[in-house]
């Protein structure tokens, strides 16, 4: 299946990972201290606090109505000014559960959307695209003059925020006719929100803000009935992400503090870390994580792991610096044995099912390589051979950097295969010339393989373009999600 992962394949760098909003804290984001390890008496404080403020099982505040015309402005507009405390009747608010509840089943999704509400959600946002760069402008303006306290906690220049929550905006509902894939994407989101410190509290902050966007700038398709279908959905989207993060909760810590025990500098822009995690990190072969930098505090990049599970606990990154990349470039350039990163949860889907026979077909462009060698040692862990080719794409040989890895694996392993290729300039040795899915079809059939496809998002575009005319079914595709691909900031 094509996964949700929200990964940048270890690829560019990492993209933004926020979510739709970020969460209030206690502390600016540009003044915490580089420590070793990272101080975690604040947030376990806020997490405390955060307790006593909502107990479990209690309502919190519902979600208001904001009338379209409650005052905010565009994005060069003025900046709108705070509603009045008699807000329009309120709608059902979600809840903090020590599990999931049944708002979490697809089941109770389908049951309580309709096509109607489909068909409105669709069209407002059809409209909205014309004008989404001063909607959201307008969504975050009333969200912070409301809840002046969240904004201490968004980067100053917010345009690549404004992208993602308009790309996530965009897949909750282009999901939301698929319940089953729709559920999974909202709990990724939802655990992955703990590490901010996030609160039911916030949802109908943000509820509320959105709503009032939606009015705003789809005044076409909005009105009562496509806004009672908009609450519906947000509540529902809510419920998922709550029960998500109090599941979590129960078994994982928020965040892992992880020392830096190597750091490799491969090329000039690609270092290979080794870290320690504080604590025991599960994870599975083909996953990734988001990764946070004592020099930029509350700015995370996405990083899939280069290695599967060891003994030791270690974890390996691939990490490339990009132009203007905060997070990569520190990393790579800054970063020394002894630093303490942070972790969030695992996440992703482009992991190997063992109880499948067919072949691995995996793609991995740059240092997509990462995941791909991953899945090679979970194959080999397993004791039981299976076909596994790799196709290893860059843009010129000296970009190859993890190729001698790669070759030692194949000499051990007689199932594996590895095929480098380059694209601009002589190839060499036995590498091939050409892009990456040019290679591909040179050789085959690939009837019986599955694909694992990592890197930059168009060649994963054009990588599963080729694959399904190769005959392989896109269920059988798995590769990172093109959305948190696009990098904001690195």
């Known amino acids: 299946m094509t996964t949700m992962s929200g990964s940048d394949g270890a690829s560019a760098g990492g993209s933004g990972e926020r979510g739709w909003f970020s969460p209030?804290?206690?502390?600016?984001p540009a003044?915490?201290?580089?420590?070793?390890?990272?101080?975690?008496?604040?947030?376990?404080?806020?997490?405390?606090?955060?307790?006593?403020?909502?107990?479990?099982?209690?309502?919190?505040?519902?979600?208001?109505?904001?009338?379209?015309?409650?005052?905010?402005?565009?994005?060069?507009g003025p900046i709108p000014e705070p509603?009045?405390?008699?807000?329009?009747?309120?709608?059902?608010?979600p809840q903090r559960t020590s599990a999931p509840g049944p708002a979490t089943s697809p089941q109770r999704i389908l049951a309580a959307r309709s096509a109607e509400d489909s068909e409105l959600i669709r069209a407002t946002m059809t409209e909205l695209e014309g004008s989404s760069d001063a909607a959201t402008a307008y969504f975050y303006a009333?969200?912070?003059?409301?809840?002046?306290?969240?904004?201490?906690?968004?980067?100053?220049?917010?345009?690549?925020?404004?992208?993602?929550?308009?790309?996530?905006?965009?897949?909750?509902?282009?999901?939301?006719?698929?319940?089953?894939?729709?559920?999974?994407?909202?709990?990724?989101?939802?655990?992955?929100?703990?590490?901010?410190?996030?609160?039911?509290?916030?949802?109908?902050?943000?509820?509320?803000?959105?709503?009032?966007?939606?009015?705003?700038?789809?005044?076409?398709?909005?009105?009562?009935?496509?806004?009672?279908a908009w609450v519906r959905a947000y509540t529902a989207i809510s419920q998922i992400m709550i029960d998500a993060a109090a599941e979590d909760e129960a078994r994982a810590p928020a965040w892992w503090d992880a020392e830096?025990?190597?750091?490799?500098?491969?090329?000039?822009?690609?270092?290979?870390?080794?870290?320690?995690?504080?604590?025991?990190?599960?994870?599975?072969?083909?996953?990734?994580?988001s990764l946070e930098t004592p020099w930029w505090p509350r700015v995370w990049r996405h990083y899939s792991f280069a290695s599967a599970p060891r003994p030791d606990g270690l974890l390996t990154f691939h990490i490339k610096s990009v132009p203007a990349g905060w997070v990569s470039t520190s990393l790579v350039q800054r970063a020394r044995p002894g630093d303490v990163l942070r972790l969030g949860p695992p996440a992703?889907?482009?992991t190997v099912d063992h109880g499948a026979d067919?072949?691995?077909?995996?793609?991995?462009?740059?240092?997509g390589i990462a995941p791909i060698k991953a899945l090679v040692e979970d194959v080999a862990s397993q004791g039981r051979p299976r076909p596994v080719e790799v196709f290893y794409g860059a843009r010129t040989d000296h970009d190859l950097y993890d190729l001698d890895p790669m070759l030692r694996l194949q000499e051990r392993y007689g199932w594996l295969s590895v095929r480098p290729v380059v694209a601009a300039g002589p190839a060499p040795g036995e590498a091939l010339a050409g892009q990456l899915p040019e290679a591909v079809r040179r050789y085959g059939p690939w009837l019986s393989y599955d694909g694992y496809l990592s890197g930059p998002p168009g060649m994963i575009r054009s990588g599963?373009?080729?694959?399904?005319?190769?005959?392989i079914p896109t269920h059988r595709i798995r590769h990172d999600s093109l959305d948190a691909l696009t990098p904001a900031g690195g």
């Open 24 to 28: 209030p804290s206690d502390a600016a």
């Open 31 to 76: 003044e915490r201290p580089l420590e070793r390890p990272l101080e975690r008496e604040a947030s376990a404080e806020r997490e405390a606090s955060a307790e006593r403020d909502v107990p479990a099982e209690r309502d919190v505040p519902a979600l208001r109505r904001v009338p379209a015309s409650s005052g905010a402005a565009a994005a060069s």
């Open 83 to 93: 509603l009045p405390a008699s807000a329009p009747r309120p709608v059902p608010a």
């Open 142 to 228: 009333l969200l912070f003059v409301q809840h002046p306290h969240l904004r201490e906690m968004f980067p100053a220049a917010m345009d690549g925020q404004r992208d993602r929550l308009f790309r996530a905006l965009l897949t909750s509902v282009r999901l939301y006719d698929d319940p089953e894939v729709l559920v999974e994407y909202l709990r990724g989101l939802g655990r992955g929100h703990r590490k901010y410190g996030t609160l039911p509290t916030h949802y109908p902050a943000v509820g509320e803000a959105l709503m009032a966007a939606l009015g705003q700038y789809a005044p076409r398709s909005w009105g009562p009935r496509a806004e009672a």
């Open 260 to 289: 830096i025990v190597t750091h490799e500098r491969r090329t000039p822009e690609i270092a290979v870390l080794t870290v320690r995690p504080d604590q025991p990190y599960p994870f599975r072969a083909g996953q990734y994580t």
């Open 348 to 350: 992703g889907s482009m």
């Open 358 to 367: 067919s072949g691995l077909l995996c793609l991995g462009g740059g240092t």
């Open 464 to 471: 599963v373009e080729t694959l399904v005319g190769l005959g």
